[in-house]
């Protein structure tokens, strides 16, 4: 059984991909005023918001339980409208050696496709896939995807 593994999941929304991109490239700490409940807390660790090599803290609530994640910016493609996360520090690294998180915003007509990819090592063969994780980040882009349609 390998220990390495990757989920991927795509949801349609209805906002503008560049708007998606934008809150999650320069603006994710708005996600807290969009999803309190999901996630509670965003907050800028070193850097700036929209650059390689920023770090921030995420606070986020899957099945009732408060996690927090440090990551750093690993990647952004403006040409793809892509983003990379690596997990540094947090409760993630707990169960996985490594995490990544990938978004893509893809245009379809004047709707979008949000492309998410986990990437992740997990400790040992008792660690559960993401799958809840991946379910968490799909709901969470629903709700911002209501938010920014609103806007």
Not at 42 to 66: C, N
Not at 95 to 119: C, D, M, N, R
Request: proline share 5%.
């Amino acid at each position: 059984m390998s220990l390495v593994g990757k989920l991927s999941a795509e949801v349609l929304v209805v906002a503008p991909h560049d708007k998606h991109h934008g809150v999650w490239v320069g603006r994710p700490h708005h996600i807290s005023n969009v999803s309190p409940s999901k996630m509670p807390k965003v907050v800028l660790h070193a850097g700036k918001w929209g650059t390689v090599g920023s770090v921030g803290g995420w606070h986020y609530v899957v099945d009732g339980k408060v996690n927090v994640t440090k990551g750093v910016v690993e990647a952004i493609n403006e040409e793809n409208k892509t983003i990379t996360y690596r997990a540094i520090e947090g409760d993630i690294l707990q169960e996985y050696k490594s995490f990544k998180v990938i978004i893509q915003s893809i245009p379809k007509g004047e709707a979008a496709w949000i492309h998410w990819t986990l990437e992740y090592e997990k400790l040992n063969k008792n660690i559960p896939h993401p799958i809840k994780l991946l379910e968490f980040v799909i709901h969470l882009s629903e709700e911002l995807d209501d938010h920014l349609v609103q806007a």
